[in-house]
Protein backbone atom coordinates (compact mmCIF):
# COMPACT_ATOMS: atom_id res chain seq x y z
CA UNK A 1 0.00 0.00 0.00
CA UNK A 2 2.98 2.24 -0.44
CA UNK A 3 3.20 4.21 -2.96
CA UNK A 4 6.05 7.02 -3.34
CA UNK A 5 4.12 9.48 -5.34
CA UNK A 6 1.48 9.52 -2.68
CA UNK A 7 4.83 9.92 0.01
CA UNK A 8 6.44 12.71 -1.64
CA UNK A 9 3.02 14.40 -1.80
CA UNK A 10 2.55 14.32 1.88
CA UNK A 11 5.93 14.89 2.53
CA UNK A 12 5.58 18.75 0.47
CA UNK A 13 2.17 18.73 2.81
CA UNK A 14 4.09 18.60 6.07
CA UNK A 15 7.02 21.49 4.75
CA UNK A 16 4.40 23.94 3.89
CA UNK A 17 2.67 23.11 7.20
CA UNK A 18 5.56 23.31 9.25
CA UNK A 19 6.76 26.85 7.49
CA UNK A 20 3.27 27.87 8.07
CA UNK A 21 2.75 26.76 11.55
CA UNK A 22 6.50 28.19 11.80
CA UNK A 23 6.07 31.81 10.47
CA UNK A 24 3.34 32.36 13.23
CA UNK A 25 5.35 31.49 16.50
CA UNK A 26 8.79 31.55 15.27
CA UNK A 27 9.34 33.93 12.21
CA UNK A 28 12.84 34.18 12.32
CA UNK A 29 13.38 30.10 12.08
CA UNK A 30 10.55 29.55 9.54
CA UNK A 31 13.27 29.71 6.36
CA UNK A 32 14.85 26.56 7.52
CA UNK A 33 12.30 24.26 8.38
CA UNK A 34 10.99 23.48 5.27
CA UNK A 35 13.73 20.88 4.19
CA UNK A 36 13.63 19.38 7.49
CA UNK A 37 9.77 18.75 7.59
CA UNK A 38 10.51 17.59 4.23
CA UNK A 39 12.89 15.33 4.60
CA UNK A 40 11.32 13.90 8.34
CA UNK A 41 9.97 10.72 6.83
CA UNK A 42 12.97 9.73 4.76
CA UNK A 43 13.41 6.82 6.40
CA UNK A 44 10.81 5.23 5.72
CA UNK A 45 11.42 5.46 2.00
CA UNK A 46 14.31 3.26 2.88
CA UNK A 47 12.46 1.01 4.78
CA UNK A 48 9.93 0.58 2.28
CA UNK A 49 12.97 0.08 -0.50
CA UNK A 50 15.04 -2.37 1.79
CA UNK A 51 12.38 -4.04 4.06
CA UNK A 52 9.18 -4.34 2.19
CA UNK A 53 7.41 -7.20 3.99
CA UNK A 54 8.74 -5.85 7.71
CA UNK A 55 7.28 -2.84 6.88
CA UNK A 56 4.14 -3.72 5.86
CA UNK A 57 3.72 -6.54 8.37
CA UNK A 58 4.44 -3.09 10.97
CA UNK A 59 1.89 -1.16 9.45
CA UNK A 60 -0.68 -3.92 8.65
CA UNK A 61 -0.26 -5.05 12.91
CA UNK A 62 -0.53 -0.97 13.99
CA UNK A 63 -3.44 -0.47 11.89
CA UNK A 64 -5.30 -3.47 13.05
CA UNK A 65 -3.95 -2.62 17.16
CA UNK A 66 -5.40 0.92 16.32
CA UNK A 67 -2.03 2.33 17.63
CA UNK A 68 0.59 4.92 15.57
CA UNK A 69 2.76 3.01 12.90
CA UNK A 70 6.15 3.82 14.79
CA UNK A 71 4.87 1.08 17.85
CA UNK A 72 4.52 -1.73 14.93
CA UNK A 73 7.78 -0.57 13.01
CA UNK A 74 9.36 -0.78 16.75
CA UNK A 75 7.73 -4.22 17.57
CA UNK A 76 8.72 -5.34 14.23
CA UNK A 77 11.99 -4.24 13.27
CA UNK A 78 13.74 -2.92 16.13
CA UNK A 79 13.55 1.09 14.95
CA UNK A 80 11.44 3.01 13.34
CA UNK A 81 11.42 5.48 10.04
CA UNK A 82 12.86 7.88 12.17
CA UNK A 83 15.84 6.45 13.16
CA UNK A 84 16.58 4.94 10.35
CA UNK A 85 16.05 8.83 9.05
CA UNK A 86 18.08 10.38 11.33
CA UNK A 87 20.88 7.87 10.66
CA UNK A 88 20.56 8.83 6.90
CA UNK A 89 21.11 12.72 7.90
CA UNK A 90 23.94 11.85 9.66
CA UNK A 91 25.70 10.02 6.64
CA UNK A 92 24.60 12.93 4.29
CA UNK A 93 26.15 14.83 6.96
CA UNK A 94 23.24 17.34 7.44
CA UNK A 95 23.54 20.06 10.61
CA UNK A 96 22.03 18.21 14.01
CA UNK A 97 19.57 21.13 13.62
CA UNK A 98 18.29 18.88 10.75
CA UNK A 99 18.91 15.25 11.64
CA UNK A 100 17.40 15.79 15.47
CA UNK A 101 14.32 16.68 13.99
CA UNK A 102 14.07 13.85 11.92
CA UNK A 103 14.82 11.22 14.45
CA UNK A 104 12.62 12.65 17.46
CA UNK A 105 9.57 14.06 15.04
CA UNK A 106 7.37 11.32 17.19
CA UNK A 107 8.84 11.34 19.97
CA UNK A 108 5.60 12.06 21.97
CA UNK A 109 4.20 8.94 20.60
CA UNK A 110 5.49 7.44 23.05
CA UNK A 111 5.54 10.46 25.65
CA UNK A 112 8.97 10.95 25.59
CA UNK A 113 10.90 13.87 26.71
CA UNK A 114 13.34 14.94 24.39
CA UNK A 115 16.72 14.57 25.45
CA UNK A 116 18.82 17.87 26.04
CA UNK A 117 21.89 16.59 25.12
CA UNK A 118 20.64 16.14 22.00
CA UNK A 119 18.49 19.18 21.15
CA UNK A 120 19.47 22.83 21.89
CA UNK A 121 16.50 25.06 22.65
CA UNK A 122 15.70 25.61 18.84
CA UNK A 123 16.18 22.23 17.65
CA UNK A 124 13.64 20.98 20.63
CA UNK A 125 11.52 23.75 19.58
CA UNK A 126 11.54 22.42 15.39
CA UNK A 127 10.99 19.54 16.75
CA UNK A 128 7.60 20.23 18.17
CA UNK A 129 6.61 22.90 15.63
CA UNK A 130 7.31 19.90 12.75
CA UNK A 131 4.94 17.61 14.84
CA UNK A 132 1.81 20.14 15.22
CA UNK A 133 2.20 20.89 11.57
CA UNK A 134 2.10 16.86 10.95
CA UNK A 135 -0.96 17.13 12.94
CA UNK A 136 -2.49 19.69 11.19
CA UNK A 137 -1.95 17.93 7.45
CA UNK A 138 -3.46 15.14 8.88
CA UNK A 139 -7.11 17.33 9.76
CA UNK A 140 -7.35 17.78 5.87
CA UNK A 141 -7.59 13.63 5.22
CA UNK A 142 -10.66 12.83 4.73
CA UNK A 143 -12.69 10.50 6.64
CA UNK A 144 -14.94 7.49 5.42
CA UNK A 145 -18.09 10.27 4.44
CA UNK A 146 -15.00 12.32 2.27
CA UNK A 147 -15.07 14.80 3.96
CA UNK A 148 -12.05 16.44 5.95
CA UNK A 149 -11.16 14.79 9.20
CA UNK A 150 -11.01 18.35 10.72
CA UNK A 151 -8.64 19.64 13.60
CA UNK A 152 -8.68 16.96 15.92
CA UNK A 153 -8.90 16.93 19.63
CA UNK A 154 -4.94 16.08 20.25
CA UNK A 155 -4.18 19.23 18.27
CA UNK A 156 -6.24 21.16 20.34
CA UNK A 157 -5.16 19.84 23.42
CA UNK A 158 -1.15 20.33 22.16
CA UNK A 159 -0.76 23.49 20.44
CA UNK A 160 -0.81 25.66 23.54
CA UNK A 161 1.52 23.94 25.66
CA UNK A 162 4.27 23.02 22.88
CA UNK A 163 4.14 25.52 20.78
CA UNK A 164 2.20 28.60 21.77
CA UNK A 165 0.05 28.52 18.92
CA UNK A 166 -3.77 29.51 19.34
CA UNK A 167 -6.63 27.22 17.81
CA UNK A 168 -8.03 30.23 16.18
CA UNK A 169 -4.20 30.07 14.48
CA UNK A 170 -5.02 26.66 13.47
CA UNK A 171 -8.17 27.09 12.03
CA UNK A 172 -6.27 29.58 10.03
CA UNK A 173 -3.55 27.31 8.93
CA UNK A 174 -6.22 24.70 8.40
CA UNK A 175 -8.12 26.99 5.95
CA UNK A 176 -5.36 28.61 4.39
CA UNK A 177 -2.76 25.38 3.73
CA UNK A 178 -4.51 23.70 0.70
CA UNK A 179 -3.91 26.85 -1.66
CA UNK A 180 -0.49 27.15 -0.48
CA UNK A 181 0.39 23.29 -1.03
CA UNK A 182 -1.18 23.88 -4.61
CA UNK A 183 1.03 26.72 -5.02
CA UNK A 184 4.33 25.06 -3.98
CA UNK A 185 3.25 21.86 -6.14
CA UNK A 186 3.04 24.08 -8.95
CA UNK A 187 6.42 25.05 -8.38
CA UNK A 188 8.27 21.50 -8.10
CA UNK A 189 6.23 20.49 -11.33
CA UNK A 190 7.70 23.61 -13.41
CA UNK A 191 11.05 22.80 -11.75
CA UNK A 192 10.21 19.40 -13.16
CA UNK A 193 9.10 20.27 -17.10
CA UNK A 194 12.11 22.79 -17.16
CA UNK A 195 14.48 19.50 -16.05
CA UNK A 196 13.17 17.93 -19.32
Do not use: C
Request: hydrophobic residues 45%.
Amino acid sequence: GFGFEHFWERSVNYAVAAVMTTARVRPDISHSIFTTALLQDIGAAIVVRYLPVAYGYALGMAEERKVHPVHGEREVMATDHAEVGAVLAEKWNLPPAMHVPIRYHHFSEFQDELDPSTADGQTAETVKLIQISNLIVDALVPGEDGEPAGVPEEIKERVAEMVGLELDDVAEIVAALPDEIERVRLLFRAESDMAE
